[in-house]
């Protein structure tokens, strides 16, 4: 079964300061990863996902094989970014999430 | 232009009366899913439908039963809910089983006194 784990509950920056949001998954093959974003009050959306290599509101994820991770990097973190943040496989398993917070 | 509706968005129920939640959908999606969330946890899938075919989680009491009478609707119905089931109830589709992302709904926070 895919499996991701989020190491990081809690994520707290200043607006300006680059962020990473850690991921790591735990099974053989070919991952397939997405990242969703949960505001304050509204639905769970996706944010990225790992096929299409896209930048969203900034926001980047490279799968590295090699370390299998799949983080979630923004050079330069904004208020608006505060949110839950989900790793997840295509199918179940969230992550833990986690809640960053960019203070301003 | 809701694309996955979960009505309602609250409900309250009391303890031991059964309950039906709500989930329709206008994306013509295969994939419909169940997730409970609990304050400052992750969603936990309970279960979902592939078309017709039901695929229950392990750990998935069986006090929490789904139906998917169409393609459009899927309705989860806690039998007995008990204080631990208050939680946000989540629907999602996909077009397809693994592969490609979910969209969700508002979701519905169940409350039960």
């Known amino acids: 079964a895919q499996r991701v784990t989020q190491p990081e509950k809690l994520l707290s920056v200043f607006k300006g300061a680059p962020v990473e949001l850690k991921c790591n998954y735990s099974?053989?093959?070919?991952?397939?990863l997405f990242w969703y974003v949960q505001y304050s009050r509204q639905r769970l959306q996706l944010l990225l996902r790992?096929?299409s290599r896209e930048s969203i509101k900034g926001f980047t994820a490279d799968l590295n094989k090699g370390e299998t991770s799949f983080h979630l990097k923004k050079p330069f973190a904004q208020e608006e970014d505060s949110a839950m943040y989900y790793c997840?496989?295509?199918?179940?398993?969230f992550g833990e999430g986690t809640q960053l917070t960019v203070n301003p | 232009d809701a694309m996955v509706i979960q009505n309602p968005r609250y409900q309250v129920t009391q303890f031991g009366k059964p309950v039906t939640l709500s989930c329709s959908q206008t994306?013509?999606?295969?994939?419909m899913y169940w997730y409970q969330q609990k304050s400052s946890q992750a969603p936990k899938l309970l279960f979902h439908?592939?078309?017709?075919?039901?695929?229950n989680e392990a750990d998935t009491p069986d006090n929490f039963q789904s139906r998917r009478p169409n393609t459009s609707f899927c309705f989860l119905d806690i039998r007995s809910p008990g204080l631990g089931d208050a939680a946000m109830y989540l629907c999602?589709?996909?077009?397809?089983?693994?592969?490609?992302?979910?969209?969700f709904g508002q979701g519905t926070r169940l409350t039960v006194v």
């Open positions: 999602a589709t996909s077009r397809v089983q693994g592969g490609t992302e979910a969209f």
């Open positions: 099974y053989s093959g070919s991952p397939e």
């Open positions: 790992h096929i």
């Open positions: 997840a496989p295509p199918l179940g398993t």
């Open positions: 994306l013509n999606h295969n994939v």
């Open positions: 439908y592939y078309d017709k075919d039901f695929n």
